[in-house]
């Protein structure tokens, strides 16, 4: 019933900009903390960037000072400012979020089927 849809992901250039959607659908009672991963072939999924419910953010080192998280609780949608876009930044990325389903009394963990950036000449 809950699904998460990542959007916005495409081709750009080294320092460029990009803004990353998720939007959520479904019977959701509550959003915790939302979040955005990324994986790049070869490599472990990545942690980039964390936001709570009261809008606490926290960000991987690597993108740190760059990327932006920001979420719009009336929409239960998670965003990803991502400026000053580098080639090691090329992955898929992500929506990840802890969602109260309407009739479950616990939060379950809930992932996006991701979205392709690419950064690139």
């Known amino acids: 019933q809950v699904q998460l849809v990542e959007s916005g992901g495409g081709l750009v250039q080294p320092g460029g900009s990009l803004r990353l959607s998720c939007a959520t659908s479904?019977?959701?009672?509550?959003?915790?903390?939302m979040r955005w991963y990324r994986q790049a072939p070869g490599k472990q999924r990545e942690l980039v960037a964390t936001?709570?419910?009261?809008?606490?953010?926290n960000y991987a080192d690597s993108v740190k000072g760059r990327f932006t998280i920001s979420r719009d609780n009336a929409q239960n949608a998670v965003y990803l400012q991502m400026n000053g876009l580098k080639p090691e930044d090329t992955a898929v990325y992500y929506c990840?979020?802890?969602?109260?389903?309407?009739?479950?009394?616990?939060?379950?963990?809930?992932w996006g089927q991701g979205t392709q950036v690419t950064v690139s000449s």
């Open positions: 479904g019977s959701i009672v509550r959003v915790d903390a």
């Open positions: 990840n979020a802890d969602v109260r389903p309407r009739g479950v009394i616990a939060y379950l963990n809930y």
């Open positions: 936001i709570s419910a009261g809008g606490t953010t």
